[in-house]
């Protein structure tokens, strides 16, 4: 995938990010903090693990949704990357507003949304 410049610093507020594997069940809830969530990140579903262990936010395209539950369909990490400006990351996935991203730098691998993000035109071969 390409390769992004970061264009303004991010820091995430989640410290114990969801992590989930293919198969695993969720309980779909509601976001606890609607204010604090842009509108614009649409297709996001809260899920809390079936265990009550851990909750967060789940791209709905990955949830089998059946009666307010969920299956997910593949592993997931909502792990968010610390990230300052002027860094490049390489694009590895993008869903709904954000980039699952790693940066060339120090390896690290999360979350980061595009609107911090300005993709870089690839070089002459």
Known sequence: MANYLVTERYETEFTNPIILVTGEK??????????????????????????????????????????????ILENYSAKEMNIEKGE???????????????NKRTNEIGWIPLENLQMLKSEPK
Do not use: H, M
């Not at 990140?41 to 969920?70: H, L, M, T």
């Not at 490049?88 to 790693?102: F, P, Q």
């Open 26 to 71: 969720v309980i779909i809830g509601e976001d606890p903090c609607p204010e604090k969530n842009p509108e614009t990140w649409v297709n996001w579903e809260y899920c809390i693990k079936a265990d009550g262990s851990n909750a967060g936010f789940v791209p709905r395209q990955i949830i089998k949704i059946e009666s307010g539950n969920g299956i």
């Open 88 to 102: 490049i990351v390489e694009g590895i996935k993008e869903l709904n507003g954000w980039l699952w991203s790693k």
